[in-house]
Structure formats: structure tokens, C-alpha cells
């Protein structure tokens, strides 16, 4: 076996034993029943601050929520016959699983707390973390709010009628839609397309495609795009990024572009996740691969992100000592570094088994050729870069239904699932924490077809997105039940 083959077999057996790492954060918490079947949310809440606000999300701030045991009420949404169920959860590994993190004088670390979850009709409505006896965190459509409690009592919820409205309302909350983005080989060519899944109570809705990145942000609806410049021999491809309102034949105007230096000779990028606001690429400089983050507001920029500008001081410890035992390692093996001046910029997103996962990347030579090795760091991206990753189902349960899974979305809703294979996508209901029997859809994929985005829609957004979809010119696709 020759030096370098002894090295990378030395590399490959510390990083695959340092991906099984057991992560508390992935523990579900120990579930137990409400007392005397009591509601344990009784009384009024009043909607005092939005935690976290996120794309499209609605202005929740001086609503009202109420709970009996017979009903419960959130804005303008009633629901009759809910269900709680009650866990004991630890405070800082269930709020890392929601990658949100808040003030210990709001939620102290380490403490064990209480987490209610309310179903009705087998649909998950939300969660509920409560903090004391007069303040709960309610994570309710994408939305994570800080209620206090106003009065002992609710209203006289059990005499509300469902009339026509509260019927509507109901559906609404059954409504869940995803902007699936993909990236695949075509005619030695990487491009890339947006797909739209959506189903109300699990009825589907039209299947919606287009090419390039369709994505939500703050300011609206945008559009990702890869152009390959050609002056010469040399190949650049370039990055752009605007606004779908502002219709451009060239590059954008409407980016928040800033002029940078052009690299001499081949520069490829291709996207690795797109999120709100940044975007991970791999960066392929005349044969040197490194990974970048990006903002949206600046994507053409030569420079990415600084993982001490991105990570908290704790999780910036966490990646400089994951890069030293890798370095470490490729240096004990005589390997020279050439990343030693960016090593801050070279780290992105990778995927694995329902999660986005932050990776790092180290550029060294070996007899005179370029060579990247990648490294985990076992840290929760932060939400800055990813709003919601949660997967509400445990991955063996995906595995016992589609034993050749590789990838699985579920919305916040917990109505549906996306499960990927490496040739088919499959939609799911999902019922009681369990895929339902049979699939609502199934899409053949592309040979080397993979997920780079997905941002989901609940309630009455996802009507407001599916008609902005349209109107961007997206195509109606088919599938097989």
C-alpha cells in the first residue's frame, strides 16, 4: 500500500468513527399523559413577542390562544376534540433541535421542562414548551412565539359551533407545501430546477416544476441562477441572484452585485444548499475545490462568509479543533496545506439521513496534484443559514417503509413526508408518527438527481406560494400515485 493510500485509510477511519457520534440533541424525551386527563394548557394566552420570524410568516403579535379539554383556539384558528400529549424534555437539547437559541433569563439551560403537543384528527397542530406556569413558547406553523397567560379560564370554547369559517380555518391548517430545489447532470452540464409538492388533508395539489432556483426571502419571491461566461479559453461561471418582479436578460441589476476581481482561468461553482439568505457552493478554482457560504445580497462576491462571523464563539471553538485534528493528521502524513490563509471560508452544507449538517474542507497537495479532504464538525448549523430541518419521523421508521431511503423532508405540519431514493421521490402521509401504507406520489428522478433546498409553506401560504410559482412560470408536472 503506497504512503498515500495508508494516510487517507488513517483519515477515513478517524472521520467515520467521528460522524457516530451519539448527539443528545437527537433524543425525542420521555412522553407522559396529562393528569386526570386536565388540559395542560387551561386558561387564555396573549401572543406577546414573535421569537423568530420567518418567510411570509403571519403577524401573530396581541392574538389570543385558549385551551380546554373540549377545544382550542389560536388567532383565528378553532379546533374541537385536541389531544395533548405531555414529554419531559431538557431545555437546550430540545430548543437545539428547533436550531434556535434563547437567552437563559427567557429559558433557563439544562432544565427539564415540560413540551405539549396538540393534535386533533390525527394532524399536528403544534408544540408547546412551557417555561413557568404564565409563559409558554408555542412553535405553531412555522412561527415561534412567547405567550403569557392572561386568565385561569378559558372562554366558553365547547359552545363555538364550527360553522363554514372555522371549517375553512381547520384545512388551512392542514395544508402543507414545499419548494423542493435540485440539482442534476444534464449533457455534462450541472443545472438546476425547482419543484412544488402540496397537499391539503392530504390531497394533493398540481405538481409544479421550473428551471433554476425558485426561492422565498423577506423581500418576496427570487430567482438563483448559474451563467458560465466564456473570454477565451477561460470558463467563469457566475452566480446571480434577484428579485422575480425584476425581469432581466443579463446579469442582474437588482442582486445587490458588487464588483469583484475575476479569477484568472477556470473558476466552476456549483450549489451545494440554498436558504434565504446564503447560499454553500463548491468553488472549483483552476483545479483548487473549495466550499464557500455566500449572502444572497452579495453572491457574486469572490469572498465567502467567516465561520467566526457566522458560529458563535462555542461553535467556532468547535470547528477550529475539528480543522486542527484533521490538518494534524494530514501533516503527520507529510501532505502539504494550501488553504492556510482562507481556512476560515472553507466550510458548507452537506446532507445525510434527513439533516443538513455543517462540513468543513481541507485543501492540500500530494506529489505536486490538488486534493481536498472534508471533515465533520458535529455542529447544528445555526438558523441564521437554516430556518427549519426538522425530521418529525424516526429515521429507522422511513428505512421500514422505503428500505432504500437516502434522503426524507417532513413539513411542519407533520401531515406529510418526502422521502428520496436514489431514483424515485416519494410523497407521504403521514398518520400517528407513521407513513402512511401507500404513497400520494411518486416522481422518477435523474440519475444523480439530489436535494439543495427546501423551504416549506403551511396553512394559507400555500395557496399565496403555489400562485406565485405559477405566475413565475412554472410548468404542471405528472406523477404515479
Known amino acids: 500500500m503506497t504512503r498515500l493510500g495508508k494516510g487517507m485509510l488513517v483519515l477515513l477511519l478517524i ?45 401573530w403579535v396581541g392574538d389570543t390562544a385558549q385551551f380546554t379539554s373540549e377545544a382550542a383556539m389560536f388567532g383565528d384558528y378553532v379546533w374541537s376534540n385536541p389531544t395533548y400529549k405531555i414529554k419531559k424534555v431538557n431545555s437546550t437539547d430540545y430548543l437545539l433541535t428547533k436550531y434556535l437559541s434563547l437567552p437563559g433569563t427567557l429559558v433557563p439551560a439544562n432544565k427539564e421542562v415540560d413540551v405539549i403537543t396538540l393534535t386533533t384528527a390525527e394532524n399536528f397542530l403544534g408544540e408547546f414548551m412551557k417555561i413557568n406556569d404564565s409563559k409558554i413558547i408555542a412553535f405553531v406553523q412555522n412561527n415561534v412565539l412567547l405567550l403569557q397567560k392572561v386568565s385561569e379560564q378559558a372562554d366558553h370554547l365547547a359552545d363555538v359551533h364550527s360553522s363554514d369559517e372555522d371549517i375553512k380555518n381547520q384545512n388551512r391548517a392542514g ?55 466564456l473570454d477565451g479559453a477561460a470558463e467563469d461561471d457566475q452566480l446571480s441572484a434577484h428579485d422575480v418582479t425584476t425581469k432581466i436578460a443579463k446579469l442582474p441589476s437588482r442582486g445587490l452585485e458588487i464588483d469583484q476581481p475575476k479569477a484568472q482561468g477556470f473558476q466552476k461553482k456549483i450549489i451545494d444548499y440554498v436558504g434565504n439568505d446564503y447560499v454553500a457552493i463548491e468553488n472549483n478554482t483552476n483545479g483548487i475545490n473549495q466550499l464557500q457560504v455566500l449572502p444572497v445580497d452579495k453572491i457574486s462576491t469572490q469572498t465567502g462568509i467567516k465561520a467566526s462571523d457566522l458560529l458563535e464563539d462555542s461553535g467556532f471553538s468547535a470547528y477550529t479543533k475539528s480543522r486542527a485534528l484533521a490538518s494534524r493528521a494530514l501533516s503527520n502524513e507529510g501532505f502539504t496545506l494550501i488553504d492556510k490563509d482562507n481556512f476560515e471560508e472553507n466550510f458548507g452544507l452537506a ?97 444523480g438527481e439530489s436535494p439543495i433546498m427546501a423551504e416549506w ?19 404542471v408536472t405528472t406523477g404515479k400515485p
Open 15 to 59: 472521520f467515520l468513527l467521528g460522524g457516530c457520534s451519539n448527539l443528545s440533541w437527537t433524543t425525542a424525551g420521555k412522553i407522559v399523559p396529562p393528569v386526570n386527563n386536565t388540559c395542560p394548557l387551561e386558561g387564555k394566552w396573549k401572543v406577546l413577542q414573535d421569537l423568530h420570524s420567518g418567510e411570509g410568516n403571519q403577524e
Open 457 to 475: 409553506a403551511t396553512g394559507s401560504y400555500v395557496d399565496n406560494w403555489e400562485k406565485a410559482f405559477l405566475a413565475y412560470g412554472a410548468k
Open 175 to 229: 395544508a402543507s407545501g414545499i419548494l423542493l430545489g435540485v440539482k442534476l447532470q444534464q449533457n455534462g452540464e450541472v443545472v438546476y430546477q425547482t419543484l412544488w409538492l402540496a397537499a391539503d388533508n392530504k390531497q394533493l395539489h398540481q405538481v409544479l416544476t421550473s428551471n433554476n432556483i425558485f426561492f422565498p426571502r423577506t423581500s418576496g419571491f427570487w430567482e438563483l441562477q448559474v451563467h458560465r461566461q
Open 351 to 447: 446532507r445525510k439521513n434527513g439533516h443538513w449538517y455543517l462540513q468543513g474542507r481541507i485543501n492540500y497537495l500530494s506529489q505536486g496534484t490538488a486534493h481536498c479532504l472534508d471533515y465533520n464538525m458535529n455542529l447544528i448549523p445555526p438558523t441564521k443559514l437554516i430556518y427549519y430541518d426538522t425530521l418529525c419521523l424516526n429515521w429507522k421508521t422511513i428505512i421500514d417503509r422505503v428500505p432504500d431511503a437516502v434522503d426524507a423532508f417532513t413539513s411542519p405540519n407533520r401531515d406529510i413526508a418526502l422521502v428520496m431514493t436514489k431514483t424515485k421521490l416519494y410523497v407521504y402521509g403521514i398518520s400517528v408518527d407513521q407513513l402512511d401504507s401507500e404513497p400520494l406520489l411518486k416522481l422518477e428522478l435523474k440519475d
